[in-house]
């Protein structure tokens, strides 16, 4: 709808938010030669939350280990805040609880800094779209702590108090089942054989309805009610 709108209109906004100022500035460069419009940097939290607020950026590409407040604190204001940011986090850990702890605080992926200039260009691209982002194996850990919070009796319960489900449509209750399944959009426009740009609009319409605020809560929700498995 219209966040995928505004995105296409111009160039990708972009934020790099690091603590070593080498390694910060080799990523805004990059990013910036691939056409991307690197609006800020930071290379503490404070300076992140602050920064991003005024700079407004689509995809905020950031580390987890930063002075003054953590990167999932950063996260998850940020977020909060605004809760059309991507955000892509960019880290030297591949530890399954930093992993988990990202994704439960709003960020929309996970690179490892190990990967090349491609496969990050690759990333924020597809991040800013709304697709989940992953390293290779972490994919699978995150759909599977989704399906053990969905297991959890407790994780149901702010949906006692909603009388009634907001009715999906065919097609919409198609591509949520796919989307539950860990399929890109690329990925569940060839298999439905449409666009991606309309897999896009039934994901933002399926949003809207379900007061849901990204894909990664729209995974969850999907999973809580046994989607994945059909």
Request: negative net charge.
């Amino acid at each position: 709808m219209t966040d995928s709108d505004e995105r296409q209109q111009g160039p990708i906004k972009v934020m790099v938010v690091d603590d070593h100022p080498m390694w910060r500035d080799a990523v805004a460069r990059d990013l910036g030669e691939s056409g991307f419009d690197v609006v800020a940097t930071a290379g503490d939290g404070d300076q992140a939350v602050r920064r991003a607020k005024a700079a407004a950026p689509d995809v905020l590409v950031l580390d987890l280990n930063l002075p003054a407040k953590p990167g999932v604190q950063v996260c998850k204001e940020l977020v909060a805040a605004n809760p059309a940011l991507r955000v892509l986090v960019l880290s030297a850990s591949g530890e399954h609880a930093d992993v988990l702890e990202a994704v439960k605080s709003g960020a929309t992926g996970y690179l490892l800094k190990s990967a090349s200039t491609e496969q990050l260009v690759d990333a924020v691209r597809r991040t800013a779209a709304g697709d989940p982002v992953f390293t290779p194996g972490l994919a699978g850990l995150v759909l599977g702590e989704y399906r053990r919070l969905a297991s959890d009796p407790g994780s149901a319960a702010p949906d006692a108090d909603q009388p009634k489900v907001p009715q999906l449509t065919e097609r919409e209750t198609e591509v949520l089942r796919l989307v539950a399944k860990g399929l890109s959009y690329k990925q569940i426009a060839e298999r439905l054989v449409i666009s991606h740009r309309t897999v896009q609009n039934h994901v933002q319409n399926t949003l809207g309805k379900l007061q849901l605020h990204n894909r990664v809560e729209l995974v969850r929700y999907a999973i809580e009610r046994g989607l994945d498995d059909e």
